[in-house]
């Protein structure tokens, strides 16, 4: 188990609240699920790559864990949230840039609706 810092869960709480898209990549996605929990339209659809502790850990919040590849970014539309196993998917630096500009190009793509 995990705390987290209240002015960082009241940021997040706040900026989800105003239905903008948040991002969240590798070890930044359980600090996310966690802020937004009980706040959320539907449970959050994330990932940690994956991961089977990390997932089990994620579902336990209220949110569902989707196992992904190296690279790959999860969308979860309804909640606006974009996440990404990171460097939890791969240690690889390719991979680790490629997923970070993955998950741009698809908060990109909330923001413009």
Avoid: W
Avoid at 51 to 69: F, H, N, Y
Avoid at 85 to 103: F, I, K, W, Y
């Amino acid at each position: 188990s995990f705390s987290i810092d209240n002015n960082l869960r009241s940021f997040i709480k706040a900026v989800y609240r105003r239905g903008l898209p948040i991002g969240a990549f590798g070890f930044a996605v359980p600090l996310l699920v966690r802020s937004v929990q009980g706040i959320t339209k539907s449970g959050p659809i994330v990932t940690v790559g994956n991961d089977p502790r990390l997932q089990v850990g994620i579902e336990t919040s209220g949110a569902q864990a989707v196992s992904t590849r190296p690279t790959e970014v999860i969308i979860d539309h309804e909640n606006k949230l974009v996440t990404s196993g990171g460097q939890l998917a791969s240690n690889r630096p390719l991979d680790v840039a490629a997923d970070c500009e993955n998950m741009f190009k698809a908060i990109m793509e909330l923001i413009k609706g």
